[in-house]
């Protein structure tokens, strides 16, 4: 389990070795920190209700696959391997963000993070799949990455937020408004209510 390479402060990528603080350890290091909440919110919902939270289950561990392949993607330097992630990837969360989308009650204002356990987790996902897409454009804007990883991390951070409501709604629990918000989203006869822009 150790090799005692990394005692320097060094650590290896795919084609380099780099400080553990570079931009390149920071992106990946964030979409492994993803990951392991997103384990969490799994265990969450296996405890709670298997057969109620299957579905979420289900295609929650296969992002674990895909967020893992992000994450390799991102150690790559200079091209020394081909790339995981492709437009696929983002064309499939698309598909599920609008599945979810209809599952919980439309809101027009921002509500706050919470709810459930389960949602709870899930918008802790959210928060830190944003942190790893920051760091992945930080380092987009040094070195050649993946730019469909940037698509992907964009697109998850959407869908962890429609997940989130829509497990709050199976169990029954409101979302929290924010109280001063003005209306942000759009009606739910247009397109989404997310904005994949952002």
């Keep these: 389990m150790y090799t005692r390479r990394g005692d320097g402060g060094d650590t290896s990528v795919i084609g380099a070795r780099v400080r553990k603080d570079h931009i390149r350890v920071e992106a990946y290091g964030s979409v492994d920190e993803a990951n392991?909440?997103?384990?969490?919110?799994?265990?969450r919902m296996v405890e709670k209700d298997a057969e109620l939270f299957g579905d979420m289950i289900e295609l929650l561990t296969?992002?674990?696959?895909?967020?893992?392949?992000a994450g390799g993607d991102l150690a790559v330097v200079g091209g020394k391997r081909p790339f995981k992630v492709h437009r696929e990837y983002v064309d499939r969360l698309e598909k599920r963000v609008d599945e979810y989308l209809s599952q919980a009650p439309s809101v027009k204002k921002f509500i706050l993070p919470g709810g459930t356990p389960i949602a709870s987790a899930?918008?802790?996902c959210r928060t830190v799949v944003r942190r790893a897409e920051r760091r992945a454009v930080t380092l987009a804007g040094l070195e050649e990455i993946n730019g469909e990883v940037l698509r992907y991390l964009n697109r998850l951070s959407d869908f962890f937020f429609v997940l989130a409501r829509a497990a709050n709604a199976?169990?029954?629990?409101?979302?929290?408004l924010y109280a001063r918000s003005g209306d942000v989203f759009r009606s739910p006869k247009e397109k989404s209510t997310v904005?994949?822009?952002?």
Excluded: P, V, Y
Aim: glycine fraction near 6%; aromatic fraction near 6%; hydrophobic fraction near 35%.
């Design 122 to 124: 899930l918008h802790i």
């Design 62 to 69: 296969e992002i674990q696959q895909e967020l893992f392949d």
């Design 36 to 43: 392991s909440f997103l384990g969490d919110a799994i265990a």
């Design 195 to 198: 904005d994949r822009g952002c």
């Design 170 to 176: 199976r169990e029954q629990r409101e979302d929290i």
